[in-house]
């Protein structure tokens, strides 16, 4: 089946500081791949995406770069702010299939100042 | 535009009470989602509807229903509810596929808090 494995938190770091949150994955098919972030109180909000290997999605700072090789979508940030403290989600839709994601568990980040 | 909107924000039931989450989008989204968020387990897809007049059992359906009123909304209802249905639930939608291409983003209102005493 499908799966999407985060690396467990919280990830705590002072402002300023990279960020990376490891996101890998198995899949049957040939998947997109997804960051949504989740600040506290709220529902998840797509924070970028890839659609295929090598590609880059990227916002707010925030980048993933989609490695095939190495079935990895990790998200790198090169200063984060307080702001940025939420839980991340790594994901995955296969191409082709369903419209359903699979989910990561999430990972918490927590940015002091 | 609203996006995805939940209600209730927050609801307090006994074991074996009911009651109805609603949730309704005005992007004209063809497809919709419930979940259940539970700390250290992600989110748990319980149920979802590809297109307006079909639904289909998700990951933990069980203890659940829900019904595609129309297109804009889609609810879940707790018939018995039960502790262990304690959690933050949340819906979603997306447009499904248009035009032949599969529009994937998934857009999530803002949560129902429920607690089951």
């Known amino acids: 089946g499908n799966s999407v494995t985060q690396m467990e938190g919280p990830v705590t770091l002072s402002e300023e500081a990279f960020l990376t949150i490891n996101c890998t994955y198995t899949?049957?098919?040939?998947?997109?791949l997804f960051w949504y972030v989740q600040y506290p109180g709220e529902g998840l909000q797509l924070l970028l995406k890839a659609t295929k290997a090598d590609d880059k999605g990227s916002n707010k700072g925030f980048e993933a770069t989609y490695r095939k090789e190495t079935t990895s979508f990790h998200l790198e940030k090169g200063s984060v702010q307080v702001s940025d403290s939420a839980v991340y989600f790594c994901a995955l839709i296969l191409t082709g299939g369903s419209y359903i994601p699979t989910f990561g568990r999430g990972t918490s980040l927590i940015v002091h100042p | 535009n609203a996006g995805v909107t939940q209600t209730p924000k927050f609801q307090v039931l006994k074991t074996g009470q009911s009651m109805t989450l609603q949730c309704a989008q005005d992007?004209?989204?063809?497809?919709m989602y419930w979940y259940r968020q539970d700390p250290g387990m992600g989110l748990r897809l319980i149920y979802y509807?590809?297109?307006?007049?079909?639904?289909d059992k998700g990951e933990v359906p069980n203890g659940y229903n829900v019904s595609r009123l129309n297109k804009r909304e889609f609810s879940l209802r707790l018939e018995s509810a039960a502790p262990s249905q304690t959690s933050v639930y949340f819906c979603?939608?997306?447009?499904?596929?248009?035009?032949?291409?599969?529009?994937?983003?998934?857009?999530f209102g803002p949560g129902t808090r429920l607690l089951v005493l």
């Open positions: 992007m004209n989204h063809n497809s």
């Open positions: 899949a049957t098919g040939y998947p997109s």
């Open positions: 509807s590809a297109s307006e007049g079909t639904t």
């Open positions: 979603a939608s997306s447009e499904g596929k248009v035009a032949g291409l599969k529009q994937e983003t998934q857009y």
